[in-house]
């Protein structure tokens, strides 16, 4: 028999993992496998951003329920705060959609997007709309269905707002409205080219109960998701909260949960349910025409397993494997169902088989043009008849005729060549800039997908029991950790070169040179080319000439800037022209230990600022939090930044510091500080600053120390519109006046928000400093606060300068420094 597994072009169907090893099936979940694959049907679970899904609803119908499970982010999290870095905008959205193909991998479910931008917290779905495409974002959502094909949609929102966010609302909304228009062939009629029309059985909205809004009720729809799987060995509650933890940047670790867990619904449209929002729902392949006997192979599958040998249910699956092959293309819910299930026991055949392959490169990238060797690994670890019979290495055949002996792993090395028109490997919604609430995304059949599809994919033609069927397996790296072990990582492509500046902004406060560093990476050898550095209105002077004769290596190039004839702020381009070619792209990269290595490819460019700023001191303490680019801020103005640690605050004289500022969330990530409170007391009652910026009080972020010299709370106030009038409510302070003048033209072009989590409940001793409102709100006046306290003074701001100061907003810089440069009390 000769039966070639056919190509699934459309990534709905890519089940391709990057970066991830090839992890084989224990028997259990074979078993678990070979029950799903007699299941039909699927749940598309729809909210606004990553976290806000129900991890333990995703396992529960995935895995007990068995049906194909997907969940549709409406965002990446872009707008978000970062917990474990420094990471903001779309560099955090990268993590956070790695944190959620993460948990996806311990749920079961699939993971969806669209070109939605997280533009930070929005108060109102109007608002929301103001920035996301209306129409674009519908779009994308009934693409995602159209491809899906779910029975019932689930919304984790309500349309209206007692999710809180305007984005959830937002969510809730554009899904009861894509429920409707994926059904109707007059809406965004371009996909039927590509896609059918889909009506869902029904959609529900998932009730919750979160702190103090609770909108479950008993007369709602109802069952139990607690149940524990043996042949896991674990109920939903735990792998809910192992798929829930893998939100680290939002500190979202969960505890695991044990016995009934009851998940509430209210229906919204299409069929009603009594007491399970599937049970309208034939979840078996009857509901297919002619499928008759796939059933009753899989049941006699399932039947015959042998927990021991996997391996002796072969036979039946490929049988199983030949009658799904048979069904009709005409039918396009059949097909649509077809290509999920051959894909589901091409897996299970290899799963039984014992079969291993990997494909491995021997270094993490390489360059268009380029070559690398590939070092292709198999393993049979059953008795099974298995041959390798070819490789593909780019449309050049490897014939092999292989047989394989029982447990014996084999290498088969080949230098592969690399096409010179390739594209680099970047997320493919950061290749071209992006509007404020949209991502610009040129291949509009991408859209959805959570991630690119492999750099180099290998085809691989095996026969198992005289059963032939061609495999893709991604090119990966691996290496060894001495502490962390075995580490895999995606296989890059990469431009030849890439130019980093150290710095997001670099500000020039007088008429002295300043220098900086260009740094230039090879990932090739015998790179020898031109740097070219422009920047309006001022004068650089720098090597033009370059050579790197090793791949890997960087070049340090200094560069002096100076003010020349009317300089403005504005950016500091650069590009390297080598062989007539030129590379004009920067390179940043995230390394955690939870997710894959990611980078983001972008123009190679940073921010001069041409600022007029006078300070009062040089030197400053800061208090690390959960991470930000203030301090770097602080040196481009000209201060001594110290990074306190634990052991400087406790034994070191901290007034020879004019003010210490502490970094966002400090109060959050650093239980000590509540111990410090008295040693930051005496030094602010000693004549110092001290300068709190923005911490959270809540269930995921409580604040335990006290952190000024009188009492106050921590609200979830904030101002998310970025252009909001600033009501500064006494203006001879020192805050607005020493050393710089600030005007109501300081809070011109702020980004994002003007700020979150402002101070509450208010000892006497406070003074309030500014207010500002949202549309249709009450001012907040909590943003800024000042107490003087023996000599010195206390200051909390909400205000963003964890924002503001990487963008090189010249009026956040302004402000900042005269909160550090408060003056001592008499």
């Known amino acids: 028999m000769r039966l070639v597994f056919f190509s699934l072009v459309l990534f709905f169907f890519n089940s391709t993992l990057i970066a991830q090893p090839d992890s084989p099936k224990s028997s259990a979940e074979i078993l678990q496998a070979l029950h799903k694959l007699n299941t039909v049907g699927s749940v598309l679970y729809i909210a606004a951003h990553p976290d806000d899904e129900n991890t333990r609803?995703?396992?529960?119908?995935?895995?007990?329920?068995?049906?194909?499970?997907?969940?549709?982010?409406?965002?990446?999290?872009?707008?978000?705060?970062?917990?474990?870095?420094?990471?903001?905008?779309?560099?955090?959205?990268?993590?956070?959609?790695?944190?959620?193909?993460?948990?996806?991998?311990?749920?079961?479910?699939?993971q969806f997007f669209t070109r939605a931008f997280d533009f930070g917290y929005s108060k109102t779905p109007e608002e929301t709309f103001?920035?996301?495409?209306?129409?674009?974002?519908?779009?994308?959502?009934?693409?995602?269905?159209?491809?899906?094909?779910?029975?019932?949609?689930?919304c984790r929102f309500p349309t209206t707002g007692e999710g809180g966010h305007g984005h959830h609302t937002a969510s809730a909304i554009l899904a009861l409205q894509?429920?409707?228009?994926?059904?109707?062939?007059?809406?965004?009629?371009?996909?039927?080219?590509?896609?059918?029309?889909?009506?869902?059985?029904?959609?529900?909205?998932?009730?919750?109960?979160?702190?103090?809004?609770?909108?479950?009720?008993?007369?709602?729809?109802?069952?139990?998701?607690?149940?524990?799987?043996?042949?896991?060995?674990?109920?939903?509650?735990?792998?809910?909260?192992?798929?829930?933890?893998?939100?680290?940047?939002?500190?979202?670790?969960?505890?695991?949960?044990?016995?009934?867990?009851?998940?509430?619904?209210?229906?919204?449209?299409?069929?009603?349910?009594?007491?399970?929002?599937?049970?309208?729902i034939n979840l078996s392949w009857s509901r297919l025409k002619g499928t008759q006997e796939i059933q009753k192979t899989i049941d006699a599958c399932i039947k015959q397993f042998n927990h021991q040998h996997p391996e002796e249910i072969l036979p039946q699956l490929i049988q199983v494997y030949r009658l799904i092959k048979e069904i009709s293309n005409q039918d396009h819910t059949a097909n649509h169902w077809k290509k999920i299930k051959l894909q589901e026991v091409e897996q299970l055949i290899l799963a039984c088989s014992g079969l291993w392959i990997e494909c491995s490169a021997d270094d993490y990238s390489v360059v268009p043009g380029g070559n690398f060797l590939l070092k292709c690994e198999v393993a049979a670890r059953s008795k099974s008849n298995i041959k390798i019979n070819k490789i593909n290495f780019k449309n050049q055949d490897s014939v092999m005729n292989k047989s394989l002996v029982y447990n014996e792993n084999i290498q088969i090395k080949h230098r592969y060549s690399v096409a010179e028109n390739c594209s680099y490997s970047n997320p493919y919604w950061l290749n071209k800039a992006h509007l404020a609430g949209t991502f610009e995304i040129g291949d509009r059949l991408s859209i959805g997908a959570a991630e690119n599809t492999p750099a180099i994919n290998i085809p691989i033609n095996i026969s198992?029991?005289?059963?032939?069927?061609?495999?893709?397996?991604?090119?990966?790296?691996?290496?060894?950790?001495?502490?962390?072990?075995?580490?895999?990582?995606?296989?890059?492509?990469?431009?030849?070169?890439?130019?980093?500046?150290?710095?997001?902004?670099?500000?020039l406060t007088d008429a002295n040179a300043k220098n900086i560093d260009v740094v230039i990476k090879a990932n090739t050898s015998n790179v020898k080319a031109?740097?070219?550095?422009?920047?309006?209105?001022?004068?650089?002077?720098?090597?033009?000439?370059?050579?790197?004769?090793?791949?890997?290596?960087?070049?340090?190039?200094?560069?002096?800037?100076?003010?020349?004839?009317?300089?403005?702020?504005?950016?500091?381009?650069?590009?390297?022209?080598?062989?007539?070619?030129?590379?004009?792209?920067?390179?940043?990269?995230?390394?955690?230990?939870?997710?894959?290595?990611?980078?983001?490819?972008?123009?190679?460019?940073?921010?001069?600022?041409?600022?007029?700023?006078?300070?009062?001191?040089?030197n400053i303490g800061y208090i690390p939090g959960a991470g930000d680019d203030v301090p770097a801020c602080l040196k481009q103005i000209g201060y001594k930044v110290t990074e306190l640690t634990d052991k400087m605050i406790e034994n070191e004289n901290l007034n020879v510091y004019e003010a210490i500022v502490t970094g966002v969330r400090a109060y959050n990530t650093n239980e000590r500080l509540q111990i410090y409170h008295p040693r930051l007391m005496e030094y602010i009652k000693n004549g110092g600053n001290l300068v709190v910026q923005y911490n959270t009080n809540?269930?995921?972020g409580p604040v335990?120390?006290?952190?000024?010299?009188?009492?106050?709370?921590?609200?979830?106030?904030?101002?998310?519109?970025?252009?909001?009038?600033?009501?500064?409510?006494?203006?001879?302070?020192?805050?607005?006046?020493?050393?710089?003048?600030?005007?109501?033209?300081?809070?011109?072009?702020?980004?994002?928000?003007?700020?979150?989590?402002?101070?509450a409940e208010l000892d006497t001793n406070y003074q309030s400093l500014i207010s500002a409102h949202d549309p249709h709100e009450n001012d907040h006046k909590g943003s800024l606060?000042?107490?003087?306290?023996?000599?010195?003074?206390?200051?909390?701001?909400?205000?963003?300068?964890?924002?503001?100061?990487?963008?090189?907003?010249?009026?956040?810089?302004?402000l900042f420094v005269n909160l550090l440069s408060l003056p001592k009390n008499k």
């Open 785 to 814: 606060i000042v107490a003087k306290y023996g000599k010195g003074n206390f200051v909390y701001t909400g205000l963003a300068f964890f924002r503001q100061l990487p963008a090189g907003v010249e009026g956040g810089y302004q």
């Open 530 to 618: 031109n740097l070219e550095l422009h920047a309006e209105g001022f004068d650089l002077t720098y090597a033009k000439e370059i050579f790197i004769a090793k791949k890997g290596d960087e070049l340090i190039v200094p560069v002096t800037i100076k003010r020349s004839a009317n300089p403005q702020s504005g950016m500091l381009q650069a590009k390297i022209v080598m062989n007539g070619k030129v590379f004009n792209q920067s390179i940043r990269r995230i390394n955690y230990d939870h997710i894959p290595a990611q980078f983001v490819l972008s123009n190679a460019e940073t921010k001069i600022m041409n600022i007029d700023i006078k300070k009062a001191g040089t």
């Open 464 to 507: 198992i029991n005289d059963f032939e069927l061609t495999l893709t397996k991604p090119v990966i790296y691996k290496s060894t950790d001495p502490v962390k072990g075995e580490i895999y990582r995606p296989f890059e492509l990469l431009p030849a070169v890439t130019i980093n500046f150290n710095e997001t902004v670099y500000a």
């Open 698 to 700: 809540n269930r995921i």
């Open 57 to 110: 609803l995703l396992s529960y119908m995935s895995k007990e329920q068995k049906v194909r499970t997907g969940y549709l982010s409406i965002t990446r999290g872009d707008g978000g705060q970062n917990l474990i870095g420094k990471e903001q905008g779309e560099m955090l959205g990268l993590i956070r959609t790695q944190e959620l193909l993460a948990a996806r991998r311990t749920d079961g479910a699939e």
């Open 178 to 280: 894509a429920f409707d228009d994926a059904g109707n062939p007059q809406k965004f009629a371009w996909q039927l080219k590509y896609t059918q029309v889909w009506q869902a059985r029904s959609i529900f909205w998932n009730t919750f109960n979160f702190g103090t809004t609770n909108t479950t009720a008993e007369n709602q729809l109802k069952f139990d998701v607690g149940v524990f799987n043996p042949l896991l060995g674990k109920s939903y509650g735990e792998i809910a909260a192992e798929s829930r933890s893998f939100h680290k940047s939002q500190g979202f670790g969960s505890a695991k949960q044990r016995g009934q867990a009851l998940e509430y619904f209210k229906y919204l449209k299409g069929d009603s349910c009594k007491n399970h929002v599937l049970e309208n």
């Open 704 to 759: 335990k120390a006290v952190i000024g010299p009188y009492p106050f709370t921590i609200s979830r106030e904030r101002v998310t519109d970025e252009n909001a009038k600033m009501n500064l409510l006494d203006a001879a302070h020192p805050a607005f006046n020493v050393p710089n003048k600030i005007e109501a033209k300081h809070f011109d072009n702020w980004v994002q928000e003007r700020g979150i989590y402002f101070a």
């Open 130 to 154: 103001n920035f996301w495409n209306r129409d674009s974002i519908l779009s994308d959502m009934v693409w995602v269905i159209r491809n899906f094909k779910p029975d019932v949609m689930i």
